[in-house]
Structure formats: C-alpha cells, structure tokens
C-alpha cells in the first residue's frame, strides 16, 4: 500500500506542476518566500521549483582558454546552452569573479567579460531558463594556473578581509549596488528587475570566523546594500559554511540559505571505485529543526559526485535533496564543449553531452526527480530507495532511469521495459532499452513531433583514453570522440515496421535504408517519418528554443587505433579465463584475436568476439592457465593494418619481423594459495585516506618487504566550520581490491578466513577493525589486537558481523553524517579501551609488475586560508574554496562519534579499509557478494597484507605489486 500511496503522490504531484506553468507572469516583483520558507510565484502562489548547473565560460580560466584557442565566446556559449535546453535544464548558478569587473573600490567594470556575462544571460533567458546570481566570489582568477593582476577589491582584499575590514565592506556595497543597478544591453533591463533571475546569493562560502553579533551585522549590511537599489527579489546566503554560527545567520535579513554536497570528497587525482549509494542515502542538515530554518527558502548551490565517472548516482542525490525540503539545485560544473576533452579546470569534476554521457543524461533525470518528487518526501534509506516513484539507480549496472507514462529516460543499457511504448512522447539515453538498441556510446534523444514523425538526435562516441582527474592539461585528450556508423533499431508503433529516415542537421548527408525498424546511422540530427506521411517540417523550423536542424558537437579526434585493458591481477589455475578489452578503431575491425603463449610456449590463437560497442570478449580454456604465468597479445586487424598491443607494433605477432616485447601478463596460481587483498608496497599509494605528515612507507631489512607507518598523536582536530560538532575520533582508509579478486572467482567461496599482518609501533597493543563492504553497501567487519611483536592475525569470515556503513570518503561540508545506518543491522556493542599506541601495516614483495598509473595528491589547506600551515607546492588556489575540501579527499570506512572526554560512550577502536568486490555465494545476508573495505584508527598501524586463506596462517608470506601472494 505504502508503494502504490507514494506512486500516487509523485503521479499527482507532476500534475500540479504541469498544471502551475514555470513561467512567471509579467512583473517586477513576481517571486516570493512564504511563510514556510518555500519561494513561489507571487501572482499564484504556485511553488517554484530549478535545476541545472553552474557554467563559467565567461570569466578566468574558461574564457582564457576559449581566447587561446582562437574561439568566438559567444558561439561557444550558443553550443553548450543547446545542450542544456536538450537536457532540460531550466536553471543556471554562477559565482561571478567580482576581481574582474570591479576595481578596488567597489565600482564596476564594464569590460568584455561583463558583457560576455550579459549575452550569456540573454541567451539562457530567451530559451526559457532562469538564475540564481551571486556577485562575489572572493577568490582570484587564476585556478588551475597562478593568479592575474586583477583590478578587483577582492584582489587587493583578500575573503577574510572582506569579512572583517571597514573598506572592504564600503566596496563590498558599492559593488552590489552597482551589479544590482546594472542594465543588461541586451535585455535591457536591470539584474534587480529581471524576472528571469530569480535570487540573489549575497557572496560565495564566505567561512566566517567572527563573533556571531558581528555576523548577522555582516550580512544585514549586504543585504541592506542590495535593498537599496529597490530589489525586491529573495537573497539567499550561505550557510553551510561555519555551521557553528546558525542563530547569527537566521538573525540576519536573509531569506534563504545555500547549501553545497560533495558526498564523494574532492581532489582525489583517480576515479573512486565501489557501491557510493550509501554516501548519497541522504542529506542531512544538522541545524533542520532550528526555529529559523523553517522560514528560508532552500537552495543547494553546487553538488558532484566527484572523481567518480559513472552515472548511477545523480538522481539519487536529486532525491535526497528533495527529502530534506530543497527547491532549487545546480551542478558543479558544466564543461564548456570546446574544452572538454581535456577537462582541465576543476580535474575532480568532469561533466558534459558529448565527452559525459551517461553522467549528463543522470543531470536530466535529476531535473525530473525536482519536478516530480515532493519536498520532505518520505522515500525510506538504502537499498528500498534505490527505486522511488518512476526512478531507478543501480550500482551494479551504473544505471539511472526513469520510465514514465511519455517518457522513458536510461544512462545506459536497461533491461526495464516499457510498460506503455505506444504513449511515449520522448526518449533519451545511451545504450540499448527496449525501444531503441544502440551500440554507440553517445547519448540519443528522440522527440515526438507529430503523429508518425520523430527528431531523432545522436551525438558522436566518447571514448576514454586518460585519467580524467589527474593533473590535466589542454595538451592531453582524456577522452576521445569517434564518428562511427551504427546499426539502430526503433521499435515504436507509432512509427511502424517501417519509416524513412531524413538528415537534418547541416552537412548531413549519411543516407539511410531502413529495414524492418533497423538502419544505419551516424552521429547527426534526422527526421523519422512513418511510411505514408510526408512530414512537413524543415531543418530551420522551430524545435522549442531552437531549430529542428541544430546540433551541437566536437570534432572527431580518433585517429590512432588504441586498446584498454587490464590483464587479471592473478588468475586461478585450470579455470578458464575470459579477456575483456576496450577496442578503440575508427570503424569496426575486420577481426580481433588473441596471441596466447600457451604451455612448452606453444602459441594460440583465440578470436575475441564483439559484446557491445567498442568492447571485445574472448575465453582461453583451461587447457592453457596451469600454474605459472599466462602471456598474450590482442590484435586488431583492420582493412589496411594489423596493430599489436599492448605494444602497438603496426605488425602481427605472428610476423617474422614482429619486434614487440611488451605482452600482457598474468600470475596463474593453485586454488590453495591464499588471495591478496593488500600489499603495503604497492598499495599503500592508491589508499584512500587523510593525508598525515607521521605517515611513511618505510622498508623493511628482508628483501621487498616494506610496512605502512601511522603514528598519530592524537585523532580528533577541530572543525573550522563546525566549532560544536561532537568531534570524530578515527583514523582509517579505505582500499578498493575488487580488480584483484575478479581472476580468482572460482575459488573464492572456499576462503574461510581473513588475515592482517601487522604490528603495534610501540609497546601497547592496538586494537583494529577490519570491514568487508559488500556490493550493496552494508559492511560486516571484526576487531584484532595488534601487538608490538607483530604477527599474522586471523579472522573467522562467518564470525563477521555488521557494522555501520560509514558514507566514504567524507563528505563535504563537514557537517554531513560520517556514518551512515542505509542497508545495516545494529551493530554489537563494544567496549574497547582506547588505543594510543602507534601501528604499521608491513609487506613483502618479490617481484614487480605495472600497478595503477595514477597515484594520490593533494596537499593540506590552500594557500588562501589563513589557517594554513602545510601547504606545499600548490598549483594555484581558488581562495579558501579548497582549504577544507581537500583534507577529505580521502576515504574513510568506519567512525563512531564520541570522544575521550565522554565517559558514557564506548571509547573507538580503529579500523584499516579495503574495498573490492567479492562473491562469498551469500555466506552474509543478502548474497549479494562483496565490495570489500578494512579500516583503522587511533595511535597508528603498520600492516601488509590482507588475505582470504583456508587453513592455518603462513608466517611471511610475500605478495607481489598487484598483492599477488608469490
């Protein structure tokens, strides 16, 4: 019953917001926050509801980047505004760089990017979009690269001075009275008075540190400067930053308040891997029952998911900030089209149509999660709300869907039917569904124009060649565009068995045969006409806020044939073996095989069959993985040459002249040996976890053998932002071994135990807490002491129990709930005395091979924070935004919040992470098979290696790079 009542309210609760058109009615004054905090229109009293991105291009970085290309701002702006109209966005957020039109006084400038600024406002006004402006931002320009000699008050002031110092305030005024004041060309009319802005934000994370009187006098003296030019629109101001002085912000004159979530951190420099949902199972504000927050409106001004390139959890966090009352929110940010394939700005953020597909159809359906979900919306936690009203996200299959009555949305491939195909109006997605099989990688959209005739839109492939969060550069692709011609099918009866297909966009001459509901397409924009009607309409008719003919997309780059793949970090012996790989080729090769050196060094060759796209499979037998160490070439043939990798020799392996020496290798190993979950000397880079100064890789006198030192003098620092928050005494990390365990499928049920080999650093024991993460998110762990003698310690896999889900890595703002109860059991009590000692996590190794290409970095506070003390080497700072964000790049599994001076709560004890994807044939509940995740705190651990083992524990076991056991 519960199902089909809420089914009912989001069905009812789409009609009232179709019924209360978005568009405002004439007038100045037209937007309002009633007295339950909620701002609508004030001609109808209809609720307000937004959603959409945060876009820079004309201002620092982006607009230098377009100068430098030779680009045309304005056309480019035209480019990525149709890709928000096509992904329905109908809001816009930006933080003006106030340090480039302004001077020191305060007075603005009007100079290029001010009117650049302008055009863009016009263009996102004139195709029905609306705005939430915040003038200043603090920070310099210059982020990634060193700050500009800019005019601006904010250059000559700096944020915490703005905050604080008498003239930086009287600029600060005069600034905002200006802006307000200041009349668009184009539009011809005032930003105050314009009702496609809908608020302003007085000024972005301004991280206050005073007292809170001085505070509320801040801020109402902003706001009064913004009032004064007769602006009656809402003001919002932030304050999610300095949470500690909530009574000083609902004190003030504001009528809303920002917020921001970056459940997955910031800065990680590699994609995260593992089930997130956890992370997103909610956003919970901690202030949510002060008097004064039930009067402001709610905005969320920036959110990502961060260093993660997948596109299953967009409309969940849509759905979290619905639940906790949010009516406008806008993504951070939105790549422009021309610099995209190297996403040099923010590298933690990555998002666009053409080069982010998936994830940018995730944006569309967050859009429709806005209008259809009601605010304070009861959707239940983790897993239950992995489906809420027509939504679905799944980790497993990195999908986000929504299936409605018209229509039908999919991030990638879906098994979900369509109930009613004969209603749609729209389609968009990327892969295959039941109404559309496409083996592309870009995005589609298909848009009932009439009866019988659709638009159909497909963008080129992206294809990934680089680490798209690592140190980026306009000299470095990290993706890849690709034209290629694809079988499509549509199978929609209002089109029939069989229709004619017209190009539309210009330059778009690919002629296509339809048999049946099958044609061929590439990349471009079409007419689909069911036979017997002649559509009437022309590549220059209006299409919404465009034409039918306008498309949007980069140039192919594809040039070179590549191929990705990551051999099995260790394979069982006598099982077969299946090679996945990425074939990168401008059209499809004439055929791809293996080149397997078999045992006596015999050679094999196996054809690698096409599964989908770019992707090949291939099995080698059993016959050929004995113990030792399988080798093998891929080849791809192609009309005019074979290449060889993973060398790229343009030859055959077979050839006499053949001279590539390079092959891809994997360790073969008997199912008794154990399986390697984590190797100190080659893991210990690629672990998530906060950055610590006593923290080292220190080798160990036995050949290969190195152990990961923590000493910590104490676990919990104060929270700048959050000066009340009970502190969080932890130390842990977080490591993914899912790519490690993938070979040895076939014997991992017969595990039965988990080891750590490990010591405490001083003369007091240690006691750690190691978790298993399984794929659905729910966690099962148990505790070992670590002594100073160190050793091999052992734990029964079905003695595990559940432990809480922490929400890894740690959320920012620091305000977000570390732990999380989403998908858990209770957990047992535990009473451990408190471990103060330091720890180190120890390995062997004896032979070497490649591990991952990118590592951690990051650094302690930016530079622009007066609070910095660590900061070392800096690429540039964008002011105080990263100071807090970057300290929590890193994972962390398990917490409990309580501290020393707390005598009525357990003391904590500490966990090490790992993180993988394990299959135990359902030993825990749910048999959904395991992430993987073991995690520490408090004093310090040096441990090595993390093992599954059946039978009695070996003393000095070695693993290799991969954390192969050798």
């Not at 991280?207 to 007769?230: C, D, K, L, S, Y």
């Not at 073991?934 to 693993?959: C, L, S, T, Y």
Request: proline share 8%; with cysteine; charged share 20%.
């Amino acid at each position: 019953m519960r199902t089909r009542y809420f089914s009912s309210i989001l069905g009812f609760g789409a009609l009232v917001l179709l019924l209360f058109s978005a568009r405002p009615l004439p007038g100045q004054s037209r937007v309002k926050v009633d007295g339950d905090g909620v701002m609508v229109w004030e001609e109808n009293g209809a609720e307000i509801h937004g959603f959409g991105v945060n876009y820079t291009l004309p201002f620092a970085f982006a607009y230098r980047n377009a100068k430098r290309l030779g680009l045309k701002p304005e056309q480019e702006i035209d480019r990525d505004l149709y890709h928000f109209s096509r992904l329905g966005f109908d809001l816009f957020r930006v933080h003006v760089w106030d340090t480039e039109i302004s001077d020191t006084l305060g007075n603005l400038l009007s100079n290029e990017q001010l009117k650049l600024f302008d055009y863009m406002l016009h263009k996102m006004k004139a195709q029905g979009m609306r705005m939430v402006l915040t003038p200043i931002a603090f920070w310099g320009n210059g982020w990634p690269e060193p700050d500009e000699d800019t005019p601006g008050f904010s250059h000559k002031f700096g944020k915490y001075a703005c905050l604080t110092n008498p003239e930086a305030m009287a600029a600060q005024e005069r600034y905002l009275a200006q802006f307000l004041n200041h009349v668009n060309p184009y539009t011809k009319i005032a930003y105050k008075d314009d009702p496609a802005i809908l608020a302003f934000e007085v000024s972005n994370e301004p991280h206050h540190r005073e007292a809170p009187e001085q505070v509320t006098a801040f801020i109402n003296r902003m706001i009064a400067a913004m009032r004064g030019t007769g602006c009656q629109k809402p003001v919002f101001y932030n304050i999610s930053h300095s949470v500690h002085l909530a009574d000083a912000y609902f004190k003030s004159d504001m009528q809303g308040g920002t917020f921001q979530w970056y459940p997955t951190g910031l800065g990680a420099q590699r994609e995260l891997r593992g089930n997130l949902l956890p992370n997103v199972d909610r956003y919970a504000i901690p202030f949510a029952g002060h008097p004064g927050f039930g009067r402001i409106a709610k905005y969320v001004y920036e959110f990502d998911a961060a260093d993660v390139n997948r596109s299953y959890i967009y409309p969940a966090m849509a759905r979290s900030f619905r639940q906790a009352g949010i009516q406008l929110a806008t993504h951070f940010a939105y790549d422009p089209l021309y610099s995209a394939y190297a996403n040099p700005e923010y590298n933690t953020h990555y998002m666009n149509l053409a080069y982010t597909p998936g994830k940018a159809i995730a944006l569309m359906i967050s859009g429709e999660v806005f209008r259809r979900v009601p605010r304070y919306a009861d959707l239940g936690a983790y897993p239950d709300n992995a489906r809420f009203g027509p939504f679905r996200v799944d980790y497993l299959q990195d999908l986000a869907e929504l299936v409605a009555d018209t229509v039908f949305y999919y991030t990638n491939s879906t098994p979900t039917p369509h109930p009613g195909p004969a209603a749609l109006k729209r389609i968009a997605g990327v892969g295959s569904s039941s109404v559309v099989r496409y083996d592309g990688t870009g995005a589609y959209f298909l848009d009932q124009l009439q009866p019988g005739v659709w638009r159909l839109e497909v963008m080129p492939d992206a294809l990934p060649f680089h680490n798209p969060f690592g140190r980026n550069s306009l000299d470095q692709e990290v993706t890849k565009i690709n034209y290629r011609t694809w079988s499509m099918s549509v199978d929609l009866s209002d089109l029939g068995g069989a229709f004619k297909v017209t190009p539309m966009n210009q330059g778009n001459t690919h002629a296509a045969v339809v048999e049946g509901n099958t044609f061929a397409v590439r990349p471009g924009v079409y007419l689909l006409a069911r036979n017997g009607i002649q559509p009437a309409q022309k590549p220059g008719d209006r299409f919404r806020y465009h034409t039918l003919g306008a498309y949007a997309a980069p140039k192919g780059s594809l040039q070179e044939t590549y191929v990705i793949h990551e051999p099995a970090a260790e394979l069982t012996a006598d099982l077969p073996y299946t090679v996945e790989a990425f074939i990168a080729t401008q059209e499809a090769p004439k055929s791809v095989y293996l080149q397997v050196f078999g045992p006596q060094y015999r050679q094999h060759r196996i054809a690698m069959n096409p599964v989908g796209g770019y992707r090949y499979r291939a099995v080698i037998p059993e016959t050929m993985t004995g113990p030792g160490f399988l080798r093998y070439h891929i080849a791809v043939e192609e009309q005019d040459r074979t290449t060889t990798f993973p060398s790229g020799v343009p030859k055959p392996p077979y050839a006499w002249d053949f001279f590539g020496e390079k092959t891809y290798e994997v360790p073969v190993v008997p199912m008794e040996f154990p399986l390697v979950l984590f190797d100190a000397l080659k893991d210990a880079p690629l672990l998530n976890r906060r950055w610590l100064r006593s923290s080292s890789l220190q080798p160990l006198p036995a050949p290969g053998e190195a152990e990961l030192r923590i000493d910590l003098e104490q676990l919990s620092t104060e929270d700048p932002e959050n000066l009340f928050a009970q502190p969080v005494h932890d130390y842990s990390m977080r490591f993914y071994f899912g790519d490690k365990t993938e070979g040895r499928k076939g014997d991992r049920a017969a595990k039965k135990y988990l080891y750590i080999k490990g010591r405490s650093l001083n003369d007091k024991p240690c006691k750690v807490q190691l978790a298993l993460i399984q794929k659905d998110g729910s966690a099962f762990g148990g505790t070992v002491d670590l002594l100073p003698e160190g050793g091999v310690y052992r734990l029964d896999l079905a003695q595990l129990a559940p432990v809480p889900i922490v929400t890894l890595p740690r959320p920012y703002p620091t305000f977000c709930p570390i732990s999380s109860n989403a998908n858990q059991a209770p957990s047992p009590s535990r009473t451990p005395k408190p471990c103060k000692s330091p720890l180190a996590l120890a390995s062997r190794r004896r032979r070497s091979t490649a591990g991952m290409e990118w590592g951690l970095r990051g650094c302690g506070w930016s530079r622009g924070c007066r609070r910095c003390r660590r900061c070392r080497g800096c690429r540039g700072c964008r002011g105080c935004r990263g100071c807090s964000y970057i300290l929590y790049i890193l994972y962390l599994l398990y917490i409990l919040k309580f501290g020393p001076k707390r005598n009525d709560i357990p003391p904590f004890f500490p966990v090490f992470a790992l993180v993988g994807e394990i299959d135990l044939e359902g030993m825990f509940a749910g048999g959904q098979g395991i992430e993987g995740n073991v995690e520490q705190d408090a004093g310090g651990i040096a441990a090595g290696v993390v093992v599954f083992f059946k039978g009695r524990p070996i003393d000095g076991f070695a693993v290799d790079g991969n954390g192969q056991v050798v």
